[in-house]
């Protein structure tokens, strides 16, 4: 069974460019760390992240198991004010999120 993870998406136009902030709420686990018992907690990362304005892909980013728990990202693009920014991820346990925010 799929979980769910929190996904925050914050964009803003200015001067031409959209900025696009996000956080994801993801342990991001890299397969070495252990439980109390001693055994190896599996890893579990996002792979892929994939932001799109108006249905253009914007940024494409593969990631893997040494990015940051919660990881945090931010970017500019060339767009205006109405564009819809969606952001969507998958990680290695076939989990996915995603957020959509219109630009103001």
């Known amino acids: 069974m799929a979980k769910k993870f ?5 964009v803003k136009e200015k001067g031409g460019k959209v900025n696009v902030k996000a956080i994801v709420s993801h342990p991001m686990l ?4 252990k439980d109390k018992k001693g055994n190896k907690i599996p890893e579990h990362f ?5 932001v799109t304005a108006n249905d253009k892909v914007v940024m494409t980013a593969n990631w893997g198991p040494a990015v940051s728990k919660d990881p945090y990202i931010s970017f500019d693009y060339a767009g205006k004010s109405g564009d819809l920014v969606k952001l969507a991820w ?6 996915t999120g ?3 925010k219109k630009v103001k």
């Not at 929190?6 to 914050?10: A, F, S």
């Not at 890299?30 to 760390?33: A, E, N, P, S």
Request: hydrophobic share 25%.
């Open 30 to 33: 890299t397969g070495l760390t």
């Open 46 to 50: 996002i792979q892929e992240v994939i």
């Open 90 to 95: 998958t990680d290695n346990q076939e989990n």
């Open 98 to 100: 995603e957020a959509e």
């Open 6 to 10: 929190k996904t925050r998406l914050k």
